[in-house]
């Protein structure tokens, strides 16, 4: 579900016209909700604080039903390339704080050309207008702060303007409010074009969405047969991926992979297949790793036998050893002698100086 | 290559690169600013948008405008530096650093050569007191491609004609270019080395975004040669792929064809790594390269590499090709950090 960020009711105007927009019960006016569209509305009121205090609590209440923020509104140009009337897509959000420029920008999920600065107060001087056309083609009061309360709820968010007044122009603000309706009857048009996936702008082409696990992954992570913690399946994401974009194993082939362990593998439990199937799964995307892991085993194949538990560095970054074993007679000391004088540790040093090859 | 806006700094509003580049780019907006700083790095620009809108500041480099280079940069035992002439590169390899080093990916300019020059020069004549004879290095393209915007930004004659006075002083210029329109023009010097960073074909295809393919550099590195400037070259950055041994081998294979082994002036070769903010860019910006999604480790010292063994296994693998096919093993140097040399 959307929510429609305003910062005027006049902007809003068209959309609640036809769209039957009805106020919504929440701990202030300007919400509402269209049965019809299966959409929320917000009116915020001008400038950076309002919208981004109303859109964060109306995020943080709908956090469950609304998947996309879209801000829609007025902006003046910064630049003699857009004039009024002309409307644009909004890729990077750009801030100005009254004082300086925030470091911080929010790009949209959406090929544009168009950037827009968000001042904290109106912006009336030409000088000022120069300064700030130096980092984005629009200025408005409130994208910048509905991107940041959207990113920090994880919610997507776009952003499309009309330009109400152009560079040139000083005292704007009487026209825009007497003009509000027609920019707003702009904007819906525009927006009901992109609903309908036709809109005249080359742009409307969202990215794929990067980290969102396939349905293939999402059935083996739920499946019960297996039990991935978090860091496991952020792992088995980055595995799947890897599988995928070198060719080696597509998702299908994924799944089969997991079914035939599962079956030969029955006594697992649920985690230590999953280690299992992560590790066979690393082997297969990095066949060095496996062969280092072989040698590692083999050279320490002398402790092992003699019942020497040793822990090595499992990001193998350090060639370091830590081995237990429990001394209960002297024989067991006898045993632990003679793996310590069999093991060589020379041949760690050797695996971790890059020598791996069958000829070490 | 269009600019959206170029910013020149005030002073330099009457510099003749400034009217050159106003003569060259009629469509971009231009706009006066007091320093590069007021607007560059200001905010943090995707860095993806270098494919769709580009911006130009021209301006003069302050504070430090040489620097001492850092660990494993050069043959070792002889001192290297590096200058600073340029931000940002007009190439996208998807490996690159400067992804998450500047937080825009805008190109900068820096038009005081001379000042670098003068810096460059006293560099040269402490060292030259201390070590008479002993070689120093000074490498360009840091941050930069050394060649990739020559025919705009002109600065070549001008350290070509520099380095020829300083004979122990040597010029490393770094590239993926084959620009080398301007550099044809200029006598080859000994001390000036153009150094080319190459990866197998299709490393080059899938990694090296927007540059020019492996054969077009291969060709350059040979029309140099033949002309007679010193190459060098850096295998560098080395991506693990199960083909990798046979990829390296047909790569040197091809190197010397271009041009004979004994010519070469040096190789580096170093194995891909980033530090945790560049790894965390990779990611955003090509989520579907075939590398970033391998086992990295966080090493030693907080940067992204592979585990030990596998880092050091294609060190050694590369260099014992490289040595196979003629490369003489004093020529090879390899980009590791202290920990890794045991």
């Known amino acids: 579900m959307k929510l429609l960020v305003f910062a005027h009711r006049g902007e809003a105007f068209s959309f609640l016209h036809h769209d039957q927009y009805l106020p919504e019960k929440f701990h202030f006016d300007g919400l509402f909700f269209s049965e019809e569209k299966k959409s929320y509305l917000l009116i915020t009121g001008e400038g950076p604080k309002e919208a981004c205090e109303k859109t964060v609590a109306v995020l943080s209440s709908y956090k469950d039903k609304i998947d996309q923020v879209v801000n829609i509104g007025l902006a003046g140009s910064l630049t003699p390339k857009l004039k009024k009337h002309d409307i644009a897509w909004v890729r990077t959000s750009y801030a100005h704080n009254s004082t300086k420029m925030e470091f911080k920008s929010y790009t949209a999920n959406f090929h544009s050309k168009i950037d827009c600065l968000t001042s904290f107060h109106r912006v009336m001087e030409q000088s000022e207008k120069k300064a700030l056309s130096s980092f984005a083609d629009i200025v408005d009061r409130e994208l910048w702060s509905i991107m940041s309360a959207s990113h920090l709820l994880k919610v997507d968010c776009l952003a499309l303007k009309i330009i109400s007044d152009e560079n040139e122009e000083s005292d704007f603000c009487e026209t825009v409010k007497s003009e509000a309706k027609v920019f707003s009857e702009f904007l819906y048009k525009e927006w009901t074009k992109f609903l309908n996936q036709s809109s005249p702008i080359d742009s409307i082409k969202l990215k794929p969405i990067f980290n969102s696990p396939s349905t ?12 991935f913690t978090t860091t496991q399946k952020r792992q088995a994401l980055g595995l799947n991926r890897s599988l995928k974009l070198k060719g080696i194993m597509n998702d299908d082939e994924l799944l089969s992979f997991a079914d035939t362990l599962k079956k030969a ?5 649920p985690k230590n297949l999953t280690r299992k199937l992560l590790t066979s799964l690393e082997e297969i995307n990095n066949p060095l790793k496996k062969k280092i892991k072989i040698k590692i085993e083999e050279a320490l194949t002398p402790l092992t036998n003699a019942g020497i538990s040793v822990h090595t560095d499992p990001d193998l970054e350090s060639d370091r050893l830590q081995m237990s074993f429990t001394l209960s007679s002297v024989r067991d000391q006898k045993k632990l002698q003679l793996a310590m004088e069999q093991f060589q540790f020379q041949k760690i040093k050797d695996i971790f100086s890059g020598k791996i090859e069958d000829d070490l | 290559m269009i600019f959206e806006k170029i910013f020149i700094e005030e002073q330099l509003i009457n510099h003749p690169k400034v009217l050159e580049m106003k003569a060259r780019f009629p469509e971009s907006e231009f706009k006066l600013i007091s320093k590069v700083e007021d607007v560059f790095g200001r905010v943090k620009k995707p860095y993806l948008q270098k494919r769709t809108n580009l911006n130009l500041f021209i301006g003069e480099k302050k504070g430090q405008l040489v620097k001492v280079a850092p660990p494993a940069y050069g043959l070792s035992g002889e001192p290297h530096y590096y200058f600073v002439h340029a931000y940002n590169c007009i190439y996208e390899c998807n490996y690159c650093y400067l992804q998450g080093y500047f937080q825009s990916p805008d190109i900068v300019i820096f038009l005081n050569h001379e000042e670098i020059g003068h810096e460059i020069k006293r560099i040269t004549f402490e060292h030259q007191k201390a070590s008479p004879g002993k070689k120093v290095w000074f490498h360009a393209g840091e941050y930069s491609d050394s060649l990739a915007l020559t025919h705009l930004t002109g600065e070549l004659p001008f350290y070509f004609e520099l380095f020829k006075n300083l004979p122990e002083a040597y010029l490393e210029l770094r590239t993926k ?8 023009k200029l006598s080859p010097s000994k001390n000036i080395v153009i150094s080319f960073s190459l990866a197998p074909e299709e490393r080059t295809k899938n990694n090296d975004l927007k540059t020019p393919g492996l054969k077009a550099r291969l060709k350059a590195i040979s029309e140099l040669h033949e002309r007679g400037h010193p190459i060098g070259l850096h295998l ?39 530090t945790k903010n560049v790894f965390h860019q990779v990611l955003k910006n090509y989520p579907d390269s075939d590398f970033i999604h391998d086992d990295f480790v966080t090493s030693f010292d907080n940067k992204i590499r592979y585990n030990k063994p596998t880092r050091l296994w294609l060190l050694g693998k590369v260099k014992d090709l490289l040595i196979s096919q003629g490369i003489a093993s004093e020529k090879i140097y390899e980009c590791m950090e202290e920990s890794d040399v045991d």
Do not use: C, M, W
Not at chain 1, 265 to 269: A, D, I, R, S
Not at chain 2, 177 to 184: G, H, P, R, T
């Open chain 2, 236 to 274: 560098d950055p080395i991506i693990y792929d199960q083909n990798v041994v046979t990829s390296y081998s047909e790569l040197i294979e091809q190197i010397t064809r271009a041009i004979p082994p004994e010519a070469l002036s040096y190789i580096s070769i170093g194995v891909v790594r980033f």
């Open chain 1, 216 to 227: 293939s992954l999402e059935t083996l992570l739920s499946d019960s047969s297996f039990h």
């Open chain 2, 177 to 184: 270019s084959v620009n080398i329109k301007e550099l044809i």
């Open chain 1, 265 to 269: 593998e029955p006594e697992l439990t």
